[in-house]
């Protein structure tokens, strides 16, 4: 068996602009990995969001692979009937899972979605979507009163689109000095071959203060009082990085990834409200003010297509014997999504130009898509602007989100550094790297084949299979 040790950290919504450019003085351990090893830019998944990224990540499979297009997903022939993405929904191996299997030891901490927690071979604190510490949320269980008895409580996340910025910054920085006093204790206490935690805090950092410190973004309000937000929580993650570092032996490879990136939010589109102007989507009663699509009653008989708001569009044709009252013949189906695509991507944008939409069929972005996949899964101008579901509002152009104050928004590109302190590279550059690369990458460190049909390959393959073994 290989012996040395890996240690992933997982930065949610790291973003390259930011972790290889602006901000390296914030991060000088990070700065010295990138320097001595090697890195580079990493596609995320479609969509690029947390759930299912994470999971495509761990099990190099798509969400077409995995039947997971984000967080809530429509039951067969129901309309509004909704299922929570979890750990259950997980039908793949994961790669402590894998690992497990070849008698590897593994401390996982955070990675969405692990509630309800399954058991494997090794220690597990679960992700952001565990409702509260009443719950299970440890392997073993035994782990529960563990880290109850020592730390008093854990925070799985923080509410983080509000107006109060003071408080959620002062909640971020302590969610994130908590969590890294219990990955100290793991990492120290614990029997590990792999040690891979996710840090969700940077992501809420981004979507609550990225207007703060970009001059760039369109809120943005020089000399304003949370300017230095992101560079504090920066600093504060570096930091947090380096005691880790100091903690494991001189030779445990460090590799660092992110899910996705981010990008400043421009504004978001009224998609339900744009499909209802436009004669896909029927009403019984328009309101008179903005509305979610699950509050008004929808005329199903005279609808054609309907949406759902978020990171990305969801558009879902309404069709005869898939859905309880469908309107689209089965034969006509694939002529009337080509056309509502075309008429997606020639929405223009307030001033009279392209929005830049593309509309992608779930056949174009995966081999195989499981579960009740969106007809359509539509990004506007390359996710800068959000979709918004609400309807019954005056202009289909936002400046801001429908769902709670956000500054950014996710972006296709998050990263990848590699360090193997025996064996530096110089700051090698990673070339076209996508997220479904690092669970083959992983497995090559410790001389296992991946699964097959992945999508992914092996990554640094000097580094990380030729020097597995000495």
Known sequence: MVKEKLLVIGLDCAAPSLFFNRHLKNIPTLAKIQASGSRGTMRSSDPPITIPAWMCMATGHTPGQLGIYGFRHRKKKTYDDLWIASSLSIKKKTAWEILGEHGYRSIIVGIPPTFPVKPFNGNMITGFITPSTKNQFTHPPSLKEEILDKFGHYTFDVP????????????????????????????????????????IGLDRMHHA????????????????????????????????????????????????????????LMGGFCLNEWLRREGYLALAETPTRPTPLDRVAVNWPETKAWGAGGYYGRVFLNVKGREPEGTIPIAEYERERQALAEKLENIRDPEGNLLGVKAYTPQELYRRARGVAPDLIVYFQEMAWRSLGSVGVESLYSLENDTGPDDANHAQQGLMIFHDPRYPSGGQRIEGAEIYDILPTLLARYQIDAPSQLRGEVLLSRSLHDHAIE
Not at 163 to 172: A, I, M, P, Q, W
Request: aromatic share 14%; glycine share 2%; proline share 4%.
């Open 160 to 199: 983080f689109r509000i107006e109060d910025k003071s408080t959620l910054f002062d909640n971020l920085m302590q969610m994130t000095r908590e969590r890294q006093a219990i990955l100290e204790y793991l990492i120290t206490e614990k029997p590990w071959d792999m040690f891979w935690f996710v840090e």
């Open 209 to 264: 203060f990225w207007k703060y410190f970009d001059e760039n973004h369109k809120d943005h309000e020089p000399g304003n009082d949370f300017q230095d937000c992101i560079d504090k929580y920066e600093r504060l993650l570096d930091d947090n990085v380096s005691r880790l570092i100091e903690l494991v032996p001189d030779d445990t490879r460090i590799m660092v990834v992110s899910d996705h990136g981010a990008q400043p």
